[in-house]
């Protein structure tokens, strides 16, 4: 499934779909079966007569995982397949593609939104100009990288952190500051600093979420 559309915008979606699974192999009656099938499993079923060019963009897009799966795939492979959804349409397909998964399907897809990434895959890898420079998954991506530690002290002024040891100031923000803890970083002298601008209400080591390893990779 492609991210720019790759349905014909005139013709009407049933007639579209059931095309499309014939040109797999189905017959008449199986691909109208699949059509109904799937067009009602991604709340579509309505628009069986309407044009793919009379569709919100999310439609097309629904339409367009639709297709992907009129014909019973034996891997899906999709570009960007939540663009353009609400989050109604999101947890449809979310739900799908697990479900293909579960039966043995090889699923593979790209996408920008880290955390849907993050609480649907098994595997990740993160590309950078065209070079794979993380592999693995969530969970070993995650024990390579540097633990993040979490200070949130009300008083601390940006830049109290900027001189310590061993840590690199990942964000700073109102009254959050993410540290990474590089090897010999100093817990206790960290707090101690934190607490000499004031209290500190949260002290917390934490490993990155996707979206923070995929700006480490990337930078």
Known sequence: MPEERGLYPKMKVGEQLSYLARLHGLSKSAADSAVTRWTARLGVEGRLGDTVSQLSLGNQQRVQLAAALVHDPAVLVLDEPFSGLDPVAVDVMSDVLKEKAAEGVPVLFSSHQLALVESLCDRVGIIV????????????????????????????????????????????????????????????????????????????????TLTELYREVVA
């Open 129 to 208: 100009s065209g070079s794979m420079r993380a592999l693995g998954s969530v969970g070993q991506l995650q024990e390579r990288a540097n633990a993040h530690l979490h200070v949130v002290a009300p008083q601390a002024p940006a830049g109290w952190a900027d001189e310590l040891p061993n840590t690199v100031v990942v964000q700073h923000n109102a009254d959050r500051t993410i540290l990474e803890l590089l090897p010999g970083a100093d817990d206790q002298l960290i707090l101690r600093t934190a607490l000499a601008t004031g209290p500190v209400r949260e002290f917390a080591t934490r490993r990155p």
